[in-house]
């Protein structure tokens, strides 16, 4: 069994940053964990994700050269750098875990998920 627990969000004006973290318990039971977030009305998008082991990373191109996501494995913790944050990004964020092997995209593939943590960026 895998808990999640981010932390961080809050509100911030528009071009500011954010780091978002992800407390880990059980991290034993996942290979992977990624971030997505999911606006008013909105589906839950894939942000980025990385393996424990060897730190491999995969972002989506809606984010790349914002966001660095980055891991603590003394910590059990991964971690969500956000730059020049826009209007746009509001969202709740959510951390996931994956048991499978390798960096997924999708929603379903991920097993334990986080409470969700508010970003709220103002124009």
């Known amino acids: 069994q895998v808990q999640l627990v981010e932390s961080g969000g809050g509100l911030v004006q528009a071009g500011g940053s954010l780091r978002l973290s992800c407390a880990a318990s059980?991290?034993?039971?996942?290979?992977?964990v990624g971030w997505f977030r999911q606006g008013p009305g909105k589906e839950r998008e894939f942000l980025t994700a990385i393996t424990w082991s060897a730190g491999n990373t995969h972002y989506a191109d809606s984010i790349k050269g914002r966001f660095t996501i980055s891991r603590d494995n003394a910590k059990n913790t991964v971690y969500l750098q956000m730059n020049s944050l826009k209007s746009e990004d509001t969202a709740v964020y959510y951390c996931?875990?994956?048991?499978?092997?390798?960096?997924?995209?999708?929603?379903?593939?991920?097993?334990?998920w986080g409470q969700g943590t508010q970003v709220t960026v103002s124009s």
């Open positions: 996931a875990a994956r048991v499978g092997y390798g960096l997924s995209t999708i929603v379903p593939q991920y097993n334990y």
């Open positions: 059980g991290r034993t039971f996942s290979n992977s």
